[in-house]
């Protein structure tokens, strides 16, 4: 009888728990059994592993084989185990002798001819193997992207090739750690939009203090192009946000795109999109589109035109910053603080208010149109903006005052950095006691806050994005204190005619 130890990482969501993997070899009729909670891709690795031995010339015991992956009540899933199950084997059957299997993590799906190929989630296990002080021996498809976390990382094409490197014959090289450079110039610019400077100054509001954002208008009046170049107003993803959204598109089996790298993402998901595709889940649960805009943009086009179920799926995500995925077998939860923009006509037909064409919607219609989106989806937009046709000459010729992207960001990264240098965070993460010490009016901007309250019968939610929007215009003023014209203009952009 003989036992040998090695390490590996389940995914469970954007985490990745360790798992031991103990390969026992004992006397009795030949076997192969793997027990854990192995769910089939994994329990079906024992014809993947036979067949990737065989092929690389070791020979497969004929013995009996049990593979324990603990804990025992925790699920895995996928090929990830196959390497460490396959040097498990060689290891209790005396093949890889003199090896040190300590301090190394192995990662990858066997083929039969023994080549390793990539397995998803590798980012989230690259960062806790890091953190544990591991090294880990991976696929080559998957070295870039487990060299971003920053630790000592292996690449190997086959079976052979880590086999050999643990016998000290021919040792892999370190893949060097994973880099790229900023590059805000891959989103479109600002510049190209002619006019519409009142829902420019919105954009340029929302951008520097992490506000949602409606945009309200006839068709063709520039609302997509105008949430299309959010992302490049915003400042560049720290490295450690730019890990966390790394994160989850790994999870999805997709590696992360370097050229973008610190870009922040813009998704945008059609209207006809499920409340699983939009918020996450499955039988297996994956993330949905508010996790991959984690830390950057969801833009929702045509926004009445999604089911109302979905929409309101994302009310608890938005507060949360996160959404928790709940299944029978257990529960995964993702990140998912992003920053919504949504655009939407102000009637079924479109041309409600416009001052050439003429709308042919009853008034029933509309209101059943705007119905589609409750009071308290609403409640958490900050800014609503309308968004109006354009005058001829505008059409004709460049506006000769347009700003360029690059001109705004800079005004936004010195918002932003007044935030941080004061309370740590976004304004529109402000809660609690630091909401009411930072973004306290003055006597004149808290007369007017407290008679518009009144008047428009604000929430106490509404109340305080008021609050944060104008201390986010305060800070783009370069104010230290928040004034009645700061307020006055946050109830300004707030004011949109969809209720």
């Not at 994994?42 to 014809?47: F, L, T």
């Not at 805000?184 to 954009?203: E, I, M, N, T, Y």
């Not at 219609?365 to 903006?385: F, H, Q, T």
Request: some cysteine; proline content about 6%.
């Amino acid at each position: 009888m003989s036992i040998a130890i090695l390490r590996c990482r389940a995914l469970s969501g954007t985490e990745a728990p360790e798992v031991t993997i103990e390969v026992f070899l004992s006397g009795g009729l030949p076997g192969f059994s793997i027990v854990g909670m192995a769910e089939t891709a994994v329990r079906e690795s024992k014809d993947r592993v036979r067949g990737a031995l065989m092929s690389s010339g070791f020979r497969f015991p004929q013995e009996r084989i049990t593979v324990s992956l603990g804990p025992a009540d925790m699920k895995k899933t996928g090929g990830r185990f196959d390497l460490a199950i396959a040097l498990g084997i060689l290891a209790a059957s005396r093949q890889l002798t003199g090896a040190c299997l300590d301090q190394l993590e192995f990662y990858g799906e066997l083929g039969l001819d023994g080549g390793l190929r990539p397995a998803p989630g590798m980012l989230p296990a690259a960062l806790r193997a890091r953190d544990a002080g591991n090294d880990i021996v991976v696929a080559a498809g998957n070295a870039a992207e487990a060299s971003l976390a920053g630790g000592k990382v292996f690449a190997a094409t086959t079976l052979l090739e880590v086999t050999a490197h643990l016998h000290g014959v021919a040792e892999l090289a370190a893949v060097e750690p994973g880099s790229a450079d900023v590059n805000p110039a891959a989103c479109p610019d600002l510049v190209d939009v002619r006019g519409q400077s009142h829902a420019k100054r919105a954009l340029e509001v929302a951008a520097a203090g992490g506000h949602n954002l409606l945009l309200v208008g006839p068709p063709g009046t520039g609302k997509s192009m105008l949430a299309e170049r959010l992302p490049g107003l915003l400042p560049p993803m720290s490295e450690a946000e730019a890990i966390e959204t790394a994160a989850v598109e790994s999870v999805m089996g997709r590696p992360p795109e370097l050229q973008r790298w610190r870009v922040r993402p813009f998704r945008s998901p059609h209207h006809t999109a499920s409340a699983a595709a939009l918020v996450g889940g499955g039988r297996e649960p994956r993330p949905g589109e508010v996790s991959r805009a984690h830390n950057g943009v969801l833009f929702l086009d045509e926004l009445p035109e999604f089911n109302r179920n979905v929409l309101e799926a994302l009310r608890e995500p938005i507060e949360a910053g996160r959404i928790t995925i709940s299944r029978a077998t257990g529960q995964a939860e993702f990140p998912a603080r992003f920053q919504l923009v949504a655009a939407m006509n102000p009637c079924p037909c479109g041309y409600l208010g416009d001052p050439v064409s003429d709308c042919g919607c009853s008034a029933e219609r509309v209101a059943a149109y705007r119905g589609k989106l409750s009071g308290p989806l609403l409640d958490r937009i900050d800014l609503k903006v309308d968004v109006g046709r354009l005058p001829r000459e505008l059409l004709r010729n460049k506006d000769p005052n347009a700003e360029a992207s690059a001109t705004v960001r800079a005004r936004v990264a010195e918002a932003r950095q007044r935030q941080v240098q004061r309370a740590g965070r976004r304004n529109a993460d402000l809660k609690g006691e630091r909401l009411e010490t930072d973004c306290e009016p003055d006597a004149d901007g808290m007369r007017l806050l407290d008679r518009a309250a009144e008047s428009f019968a604000l929430s106490v939610r509404a109340y305080q994005r008021v609050l944060r929007v104008a201390r986010t215009i305060a800070d783009l003023d370069g104010d230290g204190s928040v004034g009645a014209r700061a307020v006055a203009e946050a109830l300004n952009l707030r004011g949109a005619s969809v209720r």
